[in-house]
Nanobody, 124 residues
Framework: QVHMVESGGGLVQAGGSLKLSCEASGLSFSTYTMGWFRQAPGKEREFVAG????????YYADSVKGRFTISRDNAKYTMYLQMNSLKPEDTAVYSC?????????????????WGQGTQVTVSS
């Protein structure tokens, strides 16, 4: 059974930083494309960042480009999202995602497994 558990969320002031982690089990982690999505209250879930199976190809939504960095450690079955220069509009539940597909530009329809999500709140 596949489990993916996010951690690292919390409350931070605008301009601050957080690092999210997603620890996976029950799947061949190093063969999956991984990604982060977020969902703000009253809004649809949106793609944030994706990373290929080996970690050498990444892609970011325009809204986070230059501020967020996605990475992974296949030996630890863990993916990360370093979030810097946070803005109030980054407030959302952040979820990790795993996909069989090779594209790093993920959409919700391409995701095979989801984590339960972690809340990130950025105060102004």
């Amino acid at each position: 059974q596949v489990h993916m558990v996010e951690s690292g969320g919390g409350l931070v002031q605008a301009g601050g930083s957080l690092k999210l982690s997603c620890e996976a089990s029950g799947l061949s982690f190093s063969t999956y494309t991984m990604g982060w999505f977020r969902q703000a209250p009253g809004k649809e879930r949106e793609f944030v960042a994706g990373i290929n199976y080996s970690g050498d190809i990444t892609y970011y939504a325009d809204s986070v480009k230059g501020r967020f960095t996605i990475s992974r450690d296949n030996a630890k079955y863990t993916m990360y999202l370093q979030m810097n220069s946070l803005k109030p509009e980054d407030t959302a539940v952040y979820s990790c995602a795993a996909s069989f597909r090779r594209t790093v530009i993920l959409s919700t329809s391409l995701v095979n497994y989801w984590g339960q999500g972690t809340q990130v709140t950025v105060s102004s």
